[in-house]
C-alpha cells in the first residue's frame, strides 16, 4: 500500500522560511517523480515542483522559482521542499505525490498517489 505523508507545515510570518517533508512508503519502482501541489482556500490545487528520482531532475512553477527549492533521499524514501521568502500568498494546504514509472517533466504530470497535506500559514 502506497503512502505518503507530509509534516513541517505550521505559521510563518512572511519571509521567513519553512521546510517540508515527504515521507513515502509502499513501491518499490525505482523510477518515478515526486511532486508537490499546493491549494489555497477557494482556488484549485496547483502544481508546484517536481523531482525524478533517477537524476535529480527538477521543475518549478514560476511563482516559486528562486525561493523554494525540492530535494530528496532515495534511502530514506523522504523528500523535501525548502521554502524560503515566503509570502501571504503562499497560505495552502500543501501536498505532495508519487508518479510511477515516470520522470518530473513539468506541470502535466499524472499522480498515483497523494498525501493527505499539511498547512502552510503565512501570516503577518
Known amino acids: 500500500q502506497v503512502r505518503l505523508v507530509e509534516s513541517g507545515g505550521g505559521l510563518v510570518q512572511p519571509g521567513e522560511s519553512l521546510r517540508l517533508s515527504c515521507a513515502a512508503s509502499?513501491?518499490?519502482?525505482?523510477?518515478?517523480?515526486i511532486g508537490w501541489f499546493r491549494q489555497a482556500p477557494g482556488k484549485e490545487r496547483e502544481w508546484v515542483t517536481c523531482?525524478?528520482?533517477?537524476?535529480?531532475?527538477?521543475n518549478y512553477a514560476d511563482f516559486v522559482k528562486d525561493r523554494f527549492t525540492i530535494s530528496g533521499d532515495n534511502a530514506k524514501n523522504t523528500w523535501y521542499l525548502q521554502m524560503s521568502s515566503l509570502k501571504i500568498e503562499d497560505t495552502a494546504v500543501y501536498s505532495c505525490?508519487?508518479?510511477?514509472?515516470?520522470?518530473?517533466w513539468g506541470s502535466g504530470v499524472v499522480y498515483d498517489y497523494w498525501g493527505q497535506g499539511t498547512q502552510v500559514t503565512v501570516a503577518a
Open positions: 509502499g513501491f518499490s519502482k525505482a523510477y518515478f517523480a
Open positions: 523531482i525524478s528520482s533517477s537524476d535529480g531532475t527538477t
Open positions: 505525490a508519487v508518479a510511477l514509472g515516470i520522470g518530473c
